[in-house]
């Protein structure tokens, strides 16, 4: 089988980099075109990945070779880049949140149903074998029925400049988990209450994400901490953790405890840093969706898990706002 | 300083012989009696500590020269306890929740005020090393400015408490009341900030006569901007030891502190797996106790009593955190956040 033709629309997304690497290292893939509407970062991305740097994006999606576009560009962008994309017949691995409001959201999943296309939403957490394993033995009813959910979450934040644009966007971590908690429920969230750390008057780039407390359609109700409080989170490393307590017992998931730490001489004082050693799930999420593309297969996450995470995030979001459980669907 | 403090402790269960343990540490006090519905069984514990049983706190006060009553019973039988004892003139100790309502409380409060004695709540967290040390460490700067914690206590039903009081929230609170109340008092105490309001979810374990919450989760929102997830739980698979863990990020750093990877003492056999702090549970005999939680909280009651100072976790500082785990208790069951008063 032939590889896969691929373009990547942006490295704002810190994890841009790590899809760009993935491609790179696999036969599976040939990463035949870089755009980013930051000419500098999108010339340096193309010539460190080995690839060619292509200023419209026009020209990107009308590329017969192109068979698929990874959309992890500043989120203001997102939207419009991946409907495009979309819309010309191009399979999508799009990075999440992509869409600030449910409208936008809707527009993607809209454009993606239209043409057929593979939509794989980022949530790379669903491709952790240990999460697979444990989903696995929550369906065999090791632990009974499910009770509640505690989840934890610390990812790389994007750049600041995507922290500009956005509210909402902030709470891309606890997307994360929200996702996770509905792909092992099976179900979805009926209602959701948030606080932020130090209230929504600071300056969006300040606003570090939410606490959100959610209760789902199957009774189960969970907590979803996706503060961003760490000074520097990269020092501690990336974290997520969920517990899922059951009538008969209890699972504990934490896709990033296999690491060293390292203990160093800093710029201060001694610095901690935390290098993974186990499953990449970047990589691993990755090959699944060159898997989907080239075989015809339905993503594990799509464009509609990255709407309805995206949904709880608005909700938690207002929730926050207005200091009051909020209820899901939302009205438009 | 004279003559030593005479106590009565009442009730003979799980924290009765732990405060009963502490209490044989303590120079300045002597136990002189046990009180306890059954007699043969506060005899037996009474001997073991050198001490006389009684069935009813009224008899004991009546024979003995007591100065304070230390009150480990189950909840809901606090305040009758403490009126009584207060109402004979003696100072009290009572173990957390002080009550099952303000208004209970708040008799007690009055009660104390009214004859110038001791009420104090033992709330012994604020007595541990490594939640003092972190209080101390928030308080320094050692983190800047608090932003986020995790608090979590959870474990599976206590074998002391399957089929009994703790199983009926009319008795025991619930899991938030009765068991969140050691990180919430310990939150207002290590933030020194007060909660403004309060949101939770809880499961409901329903039994033949009666039911409780034994799964908690709260979000606090505190007055200066901290917010909190607490996490308390009775509902553990029994496989799984007691696991408490503290976590605390603020504007320039974090830290955090568990009990699963603290003990330095670790031992795994067919019972399961058990985890010791010798440092912190003066566990065998002749191990120094200077740093046991239970040792410092009745210790500190005691120096209260003897030297007229005021307990830390007083009537009225015990209340606040009361009134906290009763708004999420109520806000479980509501499903609304509860508000709670500034004071005034």
New interface residues.
Partial sequence: MDSVGIAIAGFAHPYAYEYAKSLSETSEARLLAVWDDDRTRGREAAQRFRSTYVAEYESVIRNRDVEAVVVSSRLSTTVELAELAAEAGKNVLCEVPFALNLEDADRVLKAVRKSGVRFQSCFAARYSPAAVMGREALHRREIGDM??M?G?VRLVAPEEDQLEDVGAALAGDTLHLTDLMRWYSGSEVE?V?A?????LDVKPRRQ?GF?A?A?FRSCA???I?G?R???DSSL?GERLTLEL?GT???IMLDVFSQAISVCSRGASQGLLRRHLWGCDVRKEMVRSFLACVRQGLEPKADAFDGRQATEVAIAAYRSARE???VRLPMNP | MGRQIGVAVVGYGFMGTTHLTAWSMVEDAKVLAVVGRDRIKAEKVASRFDAVSYSTLGQALKELAVDAVDICTPTFTHRDYALEALNAGKHVLVEKPMALSLREADEMIQVADAGGLKLMVAHVLRFFSEYAKVRELVQGGAI?RP??V?AKRAGSMPPWGVQSWFMDQSKSGGVAVDLAAHDVDFLRWCLQDEVE?V?????RLVTRETFVDD?V?M?L?FRK???A?V?A?W???TA?PFTTSLEV??????LSVDNESTPPLTIVNRRGVERFSPETRPWVEGMPFSIDPFYGEVQHFADCVINDRKPITDGRESRRSLEVILAAAESAAT???ITLQAEA
Wanted: proline share 8%; net charge neutral; aromatic share 4%.
């Fill in positions: 009770i509640a505690t934890s209602s209450y606080v932020a750390v130090g209230g570090p606490l407390m209760r109700f969970a907590s901490d503060v409080c760490l000074p501690a307590l008969d017992g209890l200091r009051r459980p | 800047g932003v986020m995790r309001d949101f939770a979810l809880s499961h799964h989760l979000v929102r901007g901290a917010i997830h996490e739980s509902a553990m698979p799984l990020a603020g504007s320039s750093g974090s499903g609304e956040p």
